[in-house]
């Protein structure tokens, strides 16, 4: 297996505040893995390690060969081959849904503008939102912004996408349509790490689940782990039902 992403042993602090107590995981080309645990767990952390947004004081961490330990990380680069989803959509609101989605591709790869366009197109097909290119973010339910957020993101031709949480704000109808384009995702082999309450998804579409408790992964395995859990606290997790 060609791991695209690669923890080992990764401590993370904020202050005094042991966040991430020596978190190891792979994950594979094409693997979908979903991070789970309870809030303060450090599951967005790790996810933030991953893309260079917080710095780690041990440990190693290898995405798309990028070492991003490394204080020599180029990470305009490194943030070329990833992308990144949040709960929040954070879309320009006095650009239509397509100079969104445009603005990337011609900033920071420098593709002329017709080029930009007929991506965006193309992004928003897989998300199925062709037809909402020449409209404003506000003209959209929750769940289409959070679509093009994505569309977006896969603008950029990402190697690995990571989700954190990206149904949290929206209701269950809404959900589903975000889940359907993110399990689309999975199915046409985009390596993906996404940090979900989800667990029926999780149980579905990935590939490989990471339980995190207290800064450490404490149980991984597949989907069928969440059945029979092997730690009173991962049962204890899936009991409450989060
Ligand atoms: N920038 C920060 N500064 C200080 N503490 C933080 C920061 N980010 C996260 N934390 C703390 O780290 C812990 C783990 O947070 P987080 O990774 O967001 O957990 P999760 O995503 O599993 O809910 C929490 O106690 C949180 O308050
Ligand atoms: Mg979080």
């Not at 100079?99 to 992004?123: F, G, S």
């Not at 290119?133 to 959209?140: D, R």
């Not at 790490?193 to 404490?218: C, D």
Request: net charge positive; charged share 20%; glycine share 8%.
């Amino acid at each position: 297996m060609s791991a695209v992403v690669r923890l080992h042993n990764v401590h993370k602090s904020f202050g005094s505040h042991k966040v991430l107590e020596g978190v190891s995981f792979e994950v594979g080309r094409g693997e979908v893995a979903a991070v789970i645990g309870q809030s303060g767990s450090g599951k967005s952390t790790a996810l933030r390690c991953i893309n260079a947004l917080e710095t780690i004081e041990h440990g190693s961490i290898d995405v798309c060969g990028h070492a991003v330990h490394d204080p020599k990380l180029d990470r305009r680069s490194l943030r070329r081959d990833v992308g990144i989803v949040f709960q929040s959509y954070n879309l320009f609101p006095h650009l239509t849904v397509e100079q969104n989605i445009m603005l990337a591709p011609t900033c920071v790869k420098a593709l002329p503008k017709a080029k930009a366009r007929e991506l965006a197109r193309e992004v928003l097909a897989r998300v199925g939102l062709e037809a909402k290119a020449e409209n404003y973010p506000e003209q959209l339910s929750g769940g289409q912004q959070q679509r093009v957020a994505i569309a977006r993101s896969l603008a950029m031709q990402p190697k690995l996408m990571l989700f954190d949480e990206v149904t949290s704000a929206l209701d269950p109808q809404l959900t589903g349509e975000v889940l359907k384009v993110m399990e689309d995702l999975a199915r046409g082999g985009m390596t993906m790490i996404l940090v979900t309450h989800e667990m029926a998804f999780a149980r579905k579409v990935a590939s490989q689940v990471i339980y995190m408790h207290k800064g450490k992964v404490w149980e991984t395995g597949p989907g069928s782990m969440l059945d029979a859990p092997k730690t009173a606290e991962l049962a204890s997790f899936v009991g409450s039902g989060l």
